[in-house]
C-alpha cells in the first residue's frame, strides 16, 4: 500500500527557520515532490527530488533519503506569504501515478 | 507558462444527475490526472490518463468515469451525483518523468 505522512499543522516565526517532515512507505519510488497550496487555490510545484541528498531552490531547499523513506523541506527567512499548506507527494516507480500526503498547514507569525 | 484551465471553478448539482467537469491543457502534456481534495484527507487520484484514449484507475474511481478524446482534453463524469461526491476537484497534466502543474479547481456540490 501507500503510506505518505507529514504533521498536520506547524507555526512559525517570521525570518526564521521551519522543516517540515515527510515520510513515507509506497510500493515504488520514482521521486518525491514538494507542492505549495495557498487557501482556495492550486496546489504549486516546489521542488523535486529523485536521488538522496540536497536541493536548494532560493529560500527553499528540500533533502531525500531514500533508504529510510525520508524527506524534508526546508524555508529560510520565512515570510508572510509563506503561510500556505504544503504537499509532499511520491510517484509510483512503475506508472505515473502520484501519491500525496495530507498536507501540512504551516502558519507564519510576525 | 503551462495552463491548465477547468469548465468552472462552483458547481451545484442535484443529487442523480449527470456531471461533467471538463480539463484543457495547452503544453501538449502526455499525463492528466483528477484528484478530489477533501479536509484532513489530502488529495486522492481518481482516474489518470497517458495517452489519448488511455486511462488508468487511481485510488477511489468508484462512481466516476474519464474520457480522453484529445490528447489536450481530459473530462471527470459522475454517472449520477451523490451527496458524497460534493468536494473540490483539480485537476493536474504533467510531462513524462516532470512535475505536476494543476488547474484552479472546481468546487462541487452535491444537494
Known amino acids: 500500500g501507500q503510506n505518505i505522512d507529514q504533521p498536520t499543522e506547524m507555526t512559525a516565526t517570521e525570518g526564521a527557520i521551519v522543516q517540515i517532515n515527510c515520510t513515507y512507505q509506497?510500493?515504488?519510488?520514482?521521486?518525491l515532490f514538494w507542492y505549495q497550496q495557498h487557501a482556495g487555490e492550486a496546489p504549486t510545484f516546489l521542488s523535486y527530488?529523485?536521488?538522496?541528498g540536497l536541493e536548494e531552490k532560493g529560500r527553499f531547499s528540500s533533502f531525500l533519503s531514500r533508504s529510510k523513506g525520508y524527506s524534508y523541506l526546508l524555508l529560510k527567512e520565512l515570510q508572510m506569504k509563506d503561510s500556505a499548506s504544503y504537499l509532499c507527494a511520491v510517484r509510483d516507480g512503475g506508472f505515473n501515478k502520484f501519491y500525496f500526503g495530507s498536507g501540512t498547514k504551516l502558519n507564519v507569525k510576525p | 507558462d503551462v495552463k491548465v484551465t477547468q469548465s468552472s471553478r462552483y458547481l451545484v448539482k442535484r443529487t442523480g444527475e449527470k456531471v461533467f467537469l471538463e480539463c484543457v491543457q495547452d503544453?501538449?502534456?502526455?499525463?492528466m490526472f483528477w484528484y478530489r481534495q477533501d479536509p484532513g484527507l489530502g488529495l486522492r487520484l481518481i482516474y489518470f490518463s497517458y495517452d489519448v484514449k488511455m486511462k488508468e484507475k487511481g485510488d477511489i474511481p468508484e462512481g466516476y468515469s474519464v474520457s480522453r478524446e484529445k490528447k489536450e482534453r481530459f473530462s471527470l463524469i459522475l454517472e449520477s451525483a451523490s451527496t458524497n461526491q460534493t468536494s473540490m476537484y483539480l485537476c493536474?497534466?504533467?510531462?513524462?518523468?516532470?512535475?505536476?502543474?494543476f488547474g484552479p479547481g472546481t468546487r462541487l456540490t452535491v444537494t
Open positions: 493536474a497534466s504533467s510531462a513524462e518523468d516532470r512535475e505536476s502543474y
Open positions: 503544453m501538449d502534456h502526455e499525463n
Open positions: 509506497t510500493s515504488g519510488f520514482n521521486g
Open positions: 527530488n529523485v536521488l538522496d
